[in-house]
């Protein structure tokens, strides 16, 4: 398998983990129809097995037996919430720096290593983590230790290797620039968490300038730590056998004590508001609207996660019978919950025809302040339910996912929950539990974004009380109202 290089910027940490990345990964669009409720068998997952090594690097050991790959995922928790004010993106500038060469090889020998080895590498930088992941024939455990470590502690960083994460990063957020819900979805994510540390994760191409190689080699030093680190492996390999083999490779990783600044609380938005990115050549218009939560316990996290579903994460969902099916508004719609380590948002999006944007807008709004006033039905509940539990075996289908699984559920800082309890706290919501959720955090106002033609959508945005105008790079231009 050839290695997986680049930097994910989208709000993802695991390839199909709708539970913790949102609406964007939720659904599946409108083909995939759930099967009837059949009685499903006893699903059973391994035991989590965790140990701390004596340089303070936390380890989480998921033993599979006669798993010929084994999945290794590096957690070091400073995502861009540790990002300097004055150069955000510093965290992506570190993950991309993981594969760039080491003070013993160049990239290009890291690169033919992790090929020979039969091995899949990919890195990303969240809010709040950086995630490697590494994927091996069980046979090449210890060598994939050893590079590991030396990424780890023999880094190049130098002027060239910035350059060469400066021209990656900048060039995948070209390229998602040309789709209008990646810049919707962070624009929404800039004002949700305007002011708060998560805000910075919104970060353009502008900034990618101000990265210096002294500010990352001072962000290394500082956050690159193994008491500031998990190392979570899933394959044929027990606790004991893994705790000497990682002690062996990583002995040398010394711990420093890590400052991390208190996340301060997540606020909602004082005020509802419509914004409108003008992008002159998009042909469909995206709605993002979106509202922040706080930490929240896993009664009201499930009860949000079954809201998301019947809202609008499958093709029986209120949205899409409503804007699709209904009216002929929309070609695909999704909703739900995205959890960090300090909170989260619930957003809903659609994509629609330009001309009824307005409308749209409307009926999303409707939608969601019915699930505040009125309880919602059993068949309801029970398919929500139902697409939560039956997808949950899926995400841990393939090895990937599995590790990825485990990876992103302590990145985000949860634990049984979402893993032995899962099925149980699932089980457990019912429509009372779902309608205080509801009141609790969707009545709370929301921010609408919608990026498309202005041209397009000139009559549509007239029907609103008040539009704020921004162009394509999210620079206001002005504010209209009737």
Known sequence: MKRKRGIRIVLSLAAGLGLLTGPAAAQERFRQRLPAPDPRPEFRLPRLESSTLSNGLSMTVVYREAQ?????????FCGERASPEKTPGLATLAAGIFGQGTQV??????????????????????????????HFPEEFLDQALDLVAEMILQ????????????????AEISASERDPSF???????????????????????????AWTSRDLVAFWNRYIRPNNAQII??????????????????NTWAARAVEAEPLPPLRAP??????????????????????????????????????GQLLGGTINSRLFLNLRESKGYAYETSSGPEFYRGGGAFSVRAVVRPEVVAASVREIQGEIQRLTREPVTLDELEEAKFSMMGGFPLRLDRYDQFSGYVAAMRAAGAGEELWSRFMANAMEVDAERALQAAQKYLS???IVVIAGS???CRESLADFDEVEIYDARGQWIETIRK
């Open 183 to 209: 810049l919707a979805h962070r624009f929404l994510g800039g004002l949700l968490f305007q002011g708060h540390p998560y805000g910075k994760f919104a970060f353009g191409r502008g900034d990618i300038k």
């Open 233 to 250: 492996l899933t394959g044929s390999v027990n606790i004991n056998t893994a705790s000497r083999k990682i002690s062996h490779a990583l």
């Open 444 to 446: 709370q106002p929301f």
């Open 454 to 456: 202005r041209a397009a």
């Open 105 to 134: 090889r160049p990239a290009s020998e890291i690169e033919e290593r992790i090929e020979s080895l039969g091995a899949s590498f990919a890195v990303a930088a969240d809010r709040d983590v950086i995630v490697l992941g590494f």
């Open 270 to 307: 004082q005020r509802a508001r419509i914004c409108f990115l003008d992008l002159p050549q998009a042909g469909q218009s995206v709605i993002w609207a979106g509202t922040v939560l706080p930490p929240l316990v896993p009664g009201e996290r499930f009860a949000l996660m079954a809201i």
């Open 155 to 170: 880094p190049r960083i130098g002027d060239r290797e910035i350059k060469i994460v400066q021209s990656m990063v900048s």
């Open 68 to 76: 010929p790959i084994t999945s290794l995922h590096m957690v070091f």
